[in-house]
Nanobody
């Protein structure tokens, strides 16, 4: 069992930056693919970014070039650095962990989820 706890959300003006963190429990963090998803009011949860155990990273087109996902296996933590934020980035951001071979781009590909952290970008 893996527990995920997100932090770092908040209110920021358009053009600003935030860094989200996700701390994971468990001794096998380094073997998991980790992902970030987000859900805006009235919308479905969507893929934002992912990082494989080997370090390969993937991004949604909407955040490519602005967001960076990274992981620190020594700290059992994955990060999402968000720059040049836009009002449309406003959402609850969720961290997820995957210990299987399913798709890293889909919700159903992940086995564990955090509670989420709110990010609000004002115009």
């Amino acid at each position: 069992q893996v527990q995920l706890v997100e932090s770092g959300g908040g209110l920021v003006q358009a053009g600003g930056s935030l860094r989200l963190s996700c701390a994971a429990s468990g001794r096998t963090f380094s073997t998991y693919a980790m992902g970030w998803f987000r859900q805006a009011p009235g919308k479905e949860r969507e893929f934002v970014a992912a990082v494989r155990s080997g370090g390969d990273t993937y991004y949604a087109d909407s955040v490519k070039g602005r967001f960076t996902i990274s992981r620190d296996n020594a700290k059992n933590t994955v990060y999402l650095q968000m720059n040049s934020l836009k009002p449309e980035d406003t959402a609850v951001y969720y961290c997820a962990a995957r210990d299987s071979g399913r798709s890293i781009f889909e919700l159903k590909g992940y086995d564990y989820w955090g509670q989420g952290t709110q990010v609000t970008v004002s115009s």
